[in-house]
């Protein structure tokens, strides 16, 4: 009889422990593929700090800035296949899978920084489009927030740009959007796709010559080193967004779930801001790291592109979205 007791004891013990123990802390996974100072950081900072406060912890929030966990694409799948949560980057990393984001390498798309905010607003239904989208489109990402990043300009180790036609046969990094590289084609630029992680190398080695990008990644990965030249293009609003595994987000409790969401939502707001924020403050940096800043005919590079947008979205069957856009 005795040989029985400790065996029941030990197990009743073990269970009133389990009982006791607090729920296991959970950590989500989250990278990005650049450096701070960037508004993608602070951004990933706002929703860490917004989900571990709502949770007492017993959700955390790892941070892998500088791509450690891998370029946007290699993120992109590893999500899909649920080796890491969460991505905060450029919405052309997963235009492979809903096409339809490619809408937002139009430059000069957005006439100002509020109508960039009304469109990435939780509310609008640029947002809900989106959100939907992605949704089925079957990628295996919920789409958390649409965030910004600052604004794109042009730079480059060939010389200054002040018109389009400076751009004449400069070999110059785009992402993977056929619409990125058609738009550039149109300067006479020679482009060529590579990963964000591979354009500092790329400007030392002449694959390539040109590129164009948000200010505040200009400065975080140093590229004024390699290229610089820097044009105040102005041609984008940079569209982000904070996307997490769908099939993680779906193991939270509905409590869970909507505390992420909000976070990330606010998140992506103080991105947005952070980018506006850094534009101003970064680019007055530019003189004192040797970089050359030129002014633009920005009026000859609308006239060139802008005549892409209506010709783009008819082909695209995007024209209603277009339009909502434009009326935002």
Do not use: C
């Not at 600052?150 to 785009?174: A, F």
């Not at 390539?208 to 609003?237: D, M, N, W």
């Not at 569209?239 to 969401?261: A, G, K, L, P, V």
């Amino acid at each position: 009889m005795i040989k029985h007791t400790f065996p029941r004891l030990a197990l009743v013990s073990a269970v009133s422990l389990l009982m006791a123990s607090p729920a296991l802390a959970e950590t989500l996974r989250l990278g990005t593929v650049v450096s701070a100072p960037h508004p993608w950081i602070d951004a990933a900072e706002a929703f860490k700090a917004e989900v571990e406060e709502a949770t007492d912890n017993r959700i955390t929030v790892q941070i892998f800035p500088g791509g450690q966990l891998g370029n946007d694409q290699t993120m992109v799948d590893e999500i899909r296949i649920g080796t890491t949560d969460m991505i905060i980057g450029g919405v052309m990393n997963v235009a492979p899978y809903v096409p339809d984001f490619e809408i937002f390498s139009l430059n000069y798309l957005f006439q100002d920084m509020d109508e960039f905010r009304a469109a990435t607003a939780p509310e609008s239904a640029v947002y809900s489009y989106f959100d939907q989208a992605m949704t089925d489109a079957g990628v295996g990402l919920n789409l958390l927030s649409l965030t910004g990043g600052g604004t794109r300009n042009l730079s480059t180790n060939t010389g200054p740009v002040v018109e389009p036609s400076d751009l004449e046969g400069v070999k110059m990094r785009v992402t993977g959007s056929r619409l990125d590289a058609e738009t550039w084609q149109l300067a006479g630029a020679l482009t060529t796709s590579l990963p964000w992680t591979e354009i500092y190398t790329g400007l030392q080695t002449g694959v390539v010559g040109a590129f164009e990008s948000t200010i505040s990644g200009y400065l975080s990965s140093r590229l004024y080193e390699v290229a610089p030249f820097h044009a105040k293009t102005e041609h984008q609003i940079m569209m982000s967004h904070i996307s997490i595994s769908e099939n993680r987000f779906n193991r939270f409790s509905e409590e869970d779930q909507t505390i992420i969401q909000q976070a990330a939502q606010h998140a992506g707001e103080y991105g947005t801001e952070k980018g506006v924020e850094y534009d101003a403050e970064f680019i007055k940096q530019f003189e004192d790291l040797g970089v050359t800043v030129t002014e633009v005919d920005k009026q000859a590079f609308i006239d060139q592109v802008v005549p892409l947008h209506d010709e783009f979205a008819e082909e695209r069957g995007l024209t209603d979205l277009l339009e909502t856009i434009r009326s935002l």
